[in-house]
């Protein structure tokens, strides 16, 4: 029987804005600690199309399998020696490429496993908290600054069939007493970058893991900056994500703790060499999760799992093993380089057809898929404006993403959509595109403030032009606060701001607030829903040399407002 093609229609509306604008911060990736050096040197390429905003490693020290040809930590009558040359050097290459190195501390080196032991036994908390700390105190003198610390990983993971520990051989009260000893030390050796964990793997079996937790931190004061967990597959990972945030919302103590989802794939663990991951499919499928999880703020990261083929059985990278790009890079790499200005994007069709679109002067880029069972015929129309050329990619059984097809610019496009597939569009009128703003400095970190873990508001940063967009959707009164930590600044910010709608007209009522905070106690609080741009002088703060700290709040606003706050 012939399957008859099934149409759609996706109509995109550059004028009109949508919630939830396309982050280039919130999708990260991960990477094994297998993966080496010099294949982070030989993956350069796709390193910097990509550009995630931090690569998360879980480091294995001490663990044979992850293939370190030197010690890490060797004992010696005047103390411990440590090498920690091959991590910083994968550490410091990523910085070369504007990316933060985002390191779990893990595993066992055997100075501090017991007798008989291996590198998932901790007989040490102390010793291993020592070497953690001599790493991160040393980090910056040696040419890396580290985005992210994480005490441990997947401390609560067993083998389902036989119960054996995977990854750390102590149990709930084990892993507790070895983050109050590292937490603490690892902050007093850098006070300025988040620290977090447990890296939970199994948050639906393993519940009972995040209120213990989250208590001992609150009555302890111990640092807590991001609570991290993992989870592989789809379909249940609105139901992880849920139980953490509902834990955090339990807590509003604990409302400047982030969420982090840092290991995530769209496929659940399966990924043998040349399985279903290396197809087409999982592109659709990530972009897909990426629209939904976009519409979930209250988690702040997501880091693919993985970036690199590691290997050992794992073959889920966007990159082989042998350095060769699969279609799931090309949907990452678009979705990373689309306008972050998000627009509204209608469709009629059927389930599983779907599609992510954002404009900026001059160019616009629409990504549609088909995750339905059969072929789809769709009539995309880009809407009013006016391009010089259309360059479209293919991802389906025939093409991996990653040529494009330049092609005239038209308003209404027919294309055909196989099961799986996505076509991505960028369209371009060179006359009218605008070169985005020098940012005010370089970021050194982002800080988020929930008073709704749930809401559908939402606060964002674009770190390469320093501006920050909020916007109410349908929850108003629960915008998140964010804040910025700038280094390498003038002696002055200006700063603009804009309240507006959906379709772009300037809104009355609300407050849009801006503080800036010199670094020694002093401040200035600027209103710009009563003057539009404002200079402040950093000088005048008593502000150490080129840095501060940039606060943006959205205040009283009405149901779908969108702010935007540009430094530079």
């Not at 980090?139 to 580290?146: D, I």
């Not at 959509?417 to 991505?424: E, Q």
């Amino acid at each position: 029987m012939k399957i008859p093609v099934t149409t759609a229609t996706v109509r995109v509306h550059p004028a009109r804005r949508a919630d939830h604008p396309l982050s280039k911060s919130k999708f990260a990736v991960f990477n094994s600690g297998i993966v080496h050096a010099p294949t982070y040197r030989r993956d350069e390429a796709a390193l910097r199309a990509a550009h995630p905003e931090s690569v998360r490693i879980d480091i294995g020290w001490g663990a044979e399998w992850i293939g370190y040809e030197r010690p890490i930590s060797t004992p010696t009558p005047d103390g411990f020696v440590y090498d920690f040359s091959e991590l910083d050097e994968i550490g410091s290459f990523l910085n070369g490429l504007g990316i933060r190195p985002y390191w779990s501390y893990c595993y066992v080196p055997a100075p501090y496993q017991p007798e008989g032991g291996d590198w998932r036994d901790l007989a040490d908390d102390a010793g291993w908290a020592e070497m953690v700390r001599a790493y991160v105190a040393g980090a910056r003198e040696r040419g890396v600054t580290v985005g992210y610390h994480e005490v441990y990983n997947e401390p609560d993971l067993r083998d389902e069939k036989t119960g054996e520990a995977v990854f750390y051989g102590g149990d709930l009260d084990d892993y507790l007493q070895l983050y109050r000893t590292a937490a603490p030390a690892i902050r007093a050796a850098d006070p300025d970058t988040p620290v977090g964990g447990p890296a939970l793997a199994m948050v639906l079996p393993n519940e009972h893991w995040i209120p213990a937790f989250l208590d001992t931190v609150r009555a302890e004061k111990l640092p807590l900056d991001f609570f991290s967990f993992h989870h592989y597959g789809t379909h249940s990972v609105h139901v992880a994500l849920e139980k953490v945030l509902r834990h955090l919302e339990e807590r509003p103590d604990l409302a400047d703790v982030e969420v982090h989802l840092n290991e995530y794939n769209s496929y659940p663990v399966h990924y043998p060499r040349g399985g279903t991951q290396d197809g087409h499919h999982l592109a659709a499928a990530l972009l897909a999760d990426f629209a939904a999880l976009l519409a979930a703020p209250g988690l702040t990261k997501v880091n693919w799992a993985q970036f690199l083929d590691s290997g050992h059985g794992n073959y889920s990278g966007m990159v082989t093993i042998d350095g060769e790009r699969k279609p799931v890079l090309s949907a990452y790499e678009f979705y990373q380089n689309m306008p972050t200005d998000r627009c509204v994007l209608e469709i009629d069709g059927p389930p599983g057809v779907g599609g992510l679109a954002g404009v900026e002067p001059g160019r616009l880029c629409v990504a549609v898929w088909n995750r339905s069972p059969r072929a789809v015929r769709v009539r995309l129309d880009l809407g009013q404006g006016t391009y010089g050329s259309v360059a479209l990619r293919r991802i389906d059984d025939r093409h991996d993403g990653a040529k494009a097809e330049r092609l005239p610019a038209d308003r209404y496009w027919d294309l055909e959509l196989p099961r799986g597939s996505v076509a991505l569009l960028e369209a371009t009128d060179t006359a009218a595109r605008t070169a985005p703003p020098a940012p005010a400095g370089t970021v050194r970190r982002v800080r988020h403030r929930y008073t709704a873990r749930t809401t559908t508001a939402w606060a964002d940063l674009d770190e390469a032009t320093t501006t920050f967009r909020l916007g109410t959707a349908t929850d108003p009164h629960a915008v998140p606060v964010i804040a910025a930590d700038l280094e390498g600044c003038g002696e002055t910010i200006t700063v603009t701001g804009r309240l507006t709608d959906a379709g772009g007209a300037d809104i009355s009522g609300g407050r849009l607030v801006v503080r800036i905070d010199g670094g020694l106690g002093q401040s200035r609080e600027l209103y710009l829903d009563e003057q539009g741009l404002q200079t402040v002088d950093l000088t005048g703060l008593a502000a150490e040399p080129g840095r501060a700290r940039v606060t943006v709040a959205l205040r009283d606003a009405p149901e779908h407002a969108f702010a935007v706050v540009t430094l530079t």
